[in-house]
């Protein structure tokens, strides 16, 4: 079972020099092992409101898996999935 | 024959303005079994034998002109259609009433031709070619037209020439079409002494459901929508009325349905209205929009398809009884899509046109 945002809550993430994400903060929770399992890139609908987004699934030491994305166009970090 | 058109034109684009047209011809149903929906505010009424039942010819027009109720209308009498709707387009309200909201005009039976001859041929329903044609040979009045051999005003104008000088001459051929008046299934139920539980308005309002219902199965016709009207003790009725989500012979689910909607209507009402309920003398019972459904043998040959009919129904009905934006449904019907959020929307799930709109 996951749970979808649809409405893409703000998260707070801390990445490397490479841009991937090391440390979360999710609902005043601080995760710092941060592994990735997955990355991957979205660009849509580039002919009227562009989408660009940068995917990681993440899995973090208690055992937290989630999606999040960064919005390319403004600089801001986003969850979308949270598997149990 | 006679034409009766109601100033609707100015009301078209009201989105209302056919049903409230459709609502006129109803009416008009009661006054002649013949009547033909030429467009919405024109309606043509074959008024042929109606005088031993209504008197005279004007006041068969006047009867028509009461029907139409608010609106203004021109009414016009001629021995064929195409007399009728000159006339109406010919009549004028008496300038000396500047209140009157009808005007009426009747060409004598029998004397069209002469009647036509003096007016101009710029009445005749003429394409502008021909139109210029006619003015070129000098062609002025109906009379002038219609005076002239047949076979000269074939050579000179074809066929739609022909036509015309037969307008000219008082001659339509075409009969009038009767429009099918739209079937209704009512019933009223009493209650001596009247009714104060629901208990007894859903047993009434069942058997009144099977007994409007059994017939029509035998029809092959199944109604689109259902009406229910409490007449309760020193109140105003109460009516609610649903389309059901299709056509169904259903006794038991057009009752369940429409007791949904009557509690989601109570509940609606303010509180202090809903203390002292008043009694239910009589329920009225109306099923119309009477359509053929097709024919399904879902449970014999897909139960799947079965179950999920009586899940539908029954979801529909917790939809009508909690209100619109109570209950979704999840459609994933774009899996390819590349945004997750894009991969599924959510439909409402409730019975459109709900309560209200035919009220």
Not at chain 2, 33 to 57: F, Y
Not at chain 2, 87 to 97: P, S
Not at chain 2, 180 to 192: C, G, K, M, S, W
Not at chain 2, 331 to 357: K, W
Request: hydrophobic share 45%; proline share 7%; glycine share 8%.
């Amino acid at each position: 079972m996951t749970r979808l945002h649809a409405t893409h809550p703000l998260v707070q993430v801390e990445t490397d020099t490479a841009g991937t994400p090391i440390r979360l903060r999710l609902d005043g929770t601080t995760y710092a092992e941060v592994g990735i399992c997955n990355r991957w890139r979205v660009a849509d609908d580039w002919w009227r409101d562009p989408v660009a987004r940068a995917y990681f699934k993440l899995v973090t030491r208690d055992g937290l898996l989630c999606t999040i994305f960064l919005d390319e166009n403004r600089g801001t970090w986003h969850l979308e999935r949270i598997f149990d | 024959m006679a034409l009766v058109w109601p100033s609707l034109r100015g009301e078209l684009a009201a989105p209302d303005a056919g049903a409230r047209f459709e609502v006129l011809l109803d009416r008009l149903d009661d006054l002649s079994p013949r009547i033909e929906a030429l467009e919405v505010g024109v309606a043509l009424v074959d008024v042929t034998g109606l005088e031993p039942m209504h008197g005279s010819e004007r006041r068969v027009a006047a009867r028509a002109v009461t029907l139409a109720d608010v609106y203004p209308v021109r009414a016009g009498i001629g021995d064929n259609r195409w007399l009728a709707a000159l006339a109406a387009r010919l009549a004028r309200a008496r300038t000396d009433d500047a209140t009157a909201r009808a005007a009426c005009l009747i060409l004598p039976a029998g004397e069209g031709r002469t009647t036509l001859a003096g007016l101009p041929i710029g009445l005749l329903p003429a394409e502008p070619a021909i139109r210029d044609r006619f003015s070129l040979f000098g062609l002025t009045s109906m009379g002038q037209l219609a005076g002239l051999p047949r076979s000269a005003v074939a050579a000179q104008f074809g066929a739609a020439g022909e036509r015309l000088q037969a307008l000219a001459r008082g001659e339509d051929p075409r009969t009038l079409v009767p429009r099918r008046r739209p079937e209704r299934l009512a019933t009223t139920v009493r209650f001596e002494p009247p009714a104060e539980g629901t208990t007894e308005i859903t047993l009434a309002l069942r058997r009144a459901a099977t007994g409007l219902t059994d017939p029509l199965r035998g029809r092959h016709l199944a109604p689109g929508r259902a009406t229910l009207t409490l007449h309760r003790e020193a109140a105003p009725p109460l009516t609610v009325s649903l389309a059901l989500p299709e056509p169904s012979t259903e006794p038991d689910w057009i009752a369940r349905l429409l007791l949904a909607r009557l509690e989601a209507e109570v509940r609606s009402r303010p509180a202090a209205d809903a203390d002292d309920e008043p009694r239910i003398t009589a329920i009225g019972l109306v099923l119309d929009r009477l359509t053929n459904p097709a024919a399904r043998q879902l449970p014999a040959f897909e139960p799947q398809a079965g179950r999920w009919e009586e899940l539908r129904w029954s979801l529909e009905r917790v939809g009508a009884r909690f209100g619109s934006g109570r209950l979704w449904r999840a459609v994933a019907d774009r899996p390819t899509a590349a945004l997750p959020e894009r991969q599924s929307r959510l439909v409402e799930i409730g019975i459109e046109n709900a309560a209200g709109a035919d009220r």
